[in-house]
């Protein structure tokens, strides 16, 4: 407990069951107009639609298709010019939250995204919005309804926009919202809110804080992951959202690992579903991780039982591999190895050499190098 730690939650969040009947009582007062970012389906997200008609605000709508870009976001963005929306909602997985968040930020810089986001003030980033943002997640994954960080695709890359003025106001996770993906993305999203809760547990920027709420987590996640995909239930939706919301935080507060970082740079470069690819790298980089960091250190105590907790609850098959589990289970919901995405190796090279400077690699449990990452690479495929 000696070194220093930063604690930033500054999301007001509302969990549990039925927790998305808060929507028009965390607006602001008086409110006439909102903007409501959704999925491409508007199933869901029309009785919020509808509630707040009910209450009497013209609702602004922009529909979400695919994973936010800059070209994507500044298109959205052109939709609702002359707008004047006091809030935006948003309701969906991660892609809809993100770009949401990046609208919002755009409303109140009062321009669209440069083409490098790079070229962004940081004190535009960190200053306090005056737009409230109310985020309620459809997909428990990512997070990212509590986290400060835009993940956008350019040209072969993907990039993130990260700074507190990027935090939803309100987070409202209602289980109830989740039973209706689709299985093939539940076991995505689902994959990546464990893979985050294993990487915040052991990246190098963990905090006791983090600690407390990832390392409970890291068997609950791997539990509630399989109770999902195979037999659902309004007590796993809940567990997984948890696991998802209480990951989000983590990151938030910390950092992540290779295994995003790689993921990074493949759902750029392939067009890759993300929580996917963070589920098949996500049993090389933590055997990498362990044959990389000292016996008897804090991350290799860390990284043990993560593969402890794994190989308990996805039973290993014949041989030694005790992530072999992981494996079989992986193929048995038809979760795509790497080769599926790229099918020529040589691309290896330079997917290694970008990876290991990513923002996740940076703050992996141990330092890796290019040829650790072709390593990985070479795993998943």
């Not at 604690?7 to 008086?30: C, D, E, Q, R, Y």
């Not at 990260?162 to 993305?185: E, N, Y």
């Not at 995505?188 to 893979?195: K, Y």
């Not at 290694?352 to 795993?379: G, Q, W, Y």
């Amino acid at each position: 407990m000696s070194a220093q730690f930063h604690i930033n939650t500054p999301t007001s969040v509302h969990f549990g069951v039925g927790a998305a009947k808060a929507l028009t009582s965390v607006l602001p007062k008086h409110v006439e107009a909102v903007l409501l970012v959704r999925g491409a389906s508007e199933t869901t997200a029309q009785p919020i639609r509808e509630d707040l008609e009910e209450h009497g605000v013209k609702v602004h709508q922009v529909s979400v298709t695919s994973e936010p870009s800059v070209a994507s976001v500044n298109s959205a963005l052109h939709e609702i010019i002359g707008a004047q929306c006091s809030a935006v909602i948003a309701c969906g997985g991660g892609s809809v939250l993100d770009t949401a968040k990046a609208l919002r930020f755009c409303l109140e810089l009062g321009s669209e995204l440069p083409e490098d986001i790079g070229t962004i003030e940081k004190d535009s980033l960190e200053s306090s919005s005056k737009i409230v943002l109310v985020a309620i997640p459809t997909t428990a994954g990512t997070g990212a309804e509590v986290t400060s960080n835009v993940v956008l695709g350019l040209t072969g890359l993907k990039k993130s926009l990260r700074g507190r003025h990027l935090f939803p106001s309100v987070a409202l996770v209602d289980p109830t919202l989740f039973a209706s993906a689709p299985k093939a993305v539940a076991v995505g999203a689902g994959l990546d809110a464990l893979t985050q809760t294993i990487e915040a547990f052991t990246s190098r920027l963990a905090s006791p804080f983090t600690d407390a709420i990832t390392e409970p987590n890291v068997r609950l996640g791997a539990q509630a992951l399989r109770k999902v995909a195979e037999r659902g239930g309004e007590e796993a939706w809940t567990q997984m959202g948890w696991v998802s919301l209480s990951s989000g935080i983590a990151l938030a507060n910390g950092g992540l690992g290779a295994a995003h970082g790689l993921a990074a740079v493949l759902g750029g470069r392939y067009d890759a579903p993300h929580g996917l690819l963070c589920g098949r790298l996500l049993g090389p980089v933590l055997s990498k991780n362990r044959s990389t960091a000292e016996i008897g250190s804090d991350a290799f105590r860390k990284i043990e039982h993560c593969i402890e907790v794994l190989s308990e609850v996805f039973p290993q098959g014949c041989g030694n591999d005790e992530l072999s589990g992981l494996g079989i289970w992986l193929k048995r919901y038809q979760v795509p190895r790497l080769r599926d995405y790229c099918p020529d190796r040589r691309d290896f090279d330079e997917i290694s050499e970008t990876a290991v400077f990513a923002s996740s690699s940076t703050k992996n449990a141990v330092p890796l190098k290019k040829a650790d990452f072709r390593e990985i690479l070479d795993a998943a495929y």
